[in-house]
């Protein structure tokens, strides 16, 4: 079992800055693959980023190509998405999510996940 806890959401003006940080607690974080999602108003959750657990190339949604990153540090159990160059439309409810199984960008296989942060972006 994991708990996961994400914080760091908050407002900033477009073109401004945030990092959300996931912080986990049970058994192996090191060995989870973690993710990131997003929920907007009125949409469904998107996948936003993931990396698996020995590290390698990670993995990012079109729309935030170069203006996201996702990190992680096991020996601290936490995992981290640094956004830049933040746009109004990236304004979501921002999830982290873990998996034993290998990087993925469908949010059926995450087995758990945070309560989510907000992230809003003003124009």
């Known amino acids: 079992q994991v708990q996961l806890v994400e914080s760091g959401g908050g407002l900033v003006q477009a073109g401004g800055s945030l990092r959300l940080s996931c912080a986990a607690s049970?058994?192996?974080?090191?060995?989870?693959?973690i993710g990131w999602f997003r929920q907007a108003p009125g949409k469904e959750r998107e996948f936003v980023a993931a990396?698996?657990?020995?590290?390698?190339?990670?993995l990012y949604a079109d729309s935030v190509k170069g203006r996201f990153t996702i990190s992680r540090d096991n020996a601290i159990n936490t995992a981290y998405l640094q956004m830049s160059s933040l746009v109004p439309e990236d304004t979501a409810v921002y999830y982290c999510a873990a998996t034993t199984r290998h990087m993925t960008t469908n949010q059926i296989e995450y087995e758990y996940w945070g309560q989510g942060t907000q992230v809003t972006v003003s124009s």
């Open positions: 990396r698996n657990w020995w590290g390698g190339s990670p």
């Open positions: 049970g058994r192996s974080f090191s060995t989870y693959t």
